[in-house]
């Protein structure tokens, strides 16, 4: 039973930046997918970004790309969501998933969340 365990969240003012880890039971930066996914009080759940390793792509919500970066350490069984300019929309429980592909209903496995709060 691959166990995905998530840290980094808290609290950073506007413009700041967070680094959310994603620690993984077993290898998986060069298997299948592993996105980040965040859901913000009140709201559905949506895909941030995602890593397909089988084509080496990396996928991002239109409202991050360019602030936000998923990175792999393999030696670390590790992906990070590199998370800058961050805004107050920014805010939500961040989680990391991995599986097959990068659709949500495709994730087999996810980790219990991290709370980010975008907040001066």
């Known amino acids: 039973q691959l166990h995905l365990v998530e840290s980094g969240g808290g609290l950073v003012q506007p413009g700041g930046t967070l680094r959310l880890s994603c620690t993984a039971s077993?290898?998986?930066?060069?298997?299948?997918?592993i996105g980040w996914f965040r859901q913000a009080p009140g709201k559905e759940r949506e895909g941030v970004a995602c890593?397909?390793?089988?084509?080496?792509?990396?996928d991002y919500l239109d409202s991050v790309a360019g602030r936000f970066a998923i990175i792999g350490d393999r030696a670390k069984n590790t992906i990070f969501l590199q998370m800058t300019m961050l805004k107050p929309e920014d805010t939500a429980v961040y989680y990391c998933?991995?599986?097959?592909?990068?659709?949500?209903?495709?994730?087999?496995?996810w980790g219990k969340g991290t709370p980010v709060t975008v907040s001066s």
């Open positions: 077993e290898n998986i930066v060069d298997r299948n997918a």
């Open positions: 998933a991995y599986g097959p592909t990068c659709r949500a209903d495709n994730m087999n496995y």
């Open positions: 890593w397909l390793n089988g084509y080496g792509s990396r």
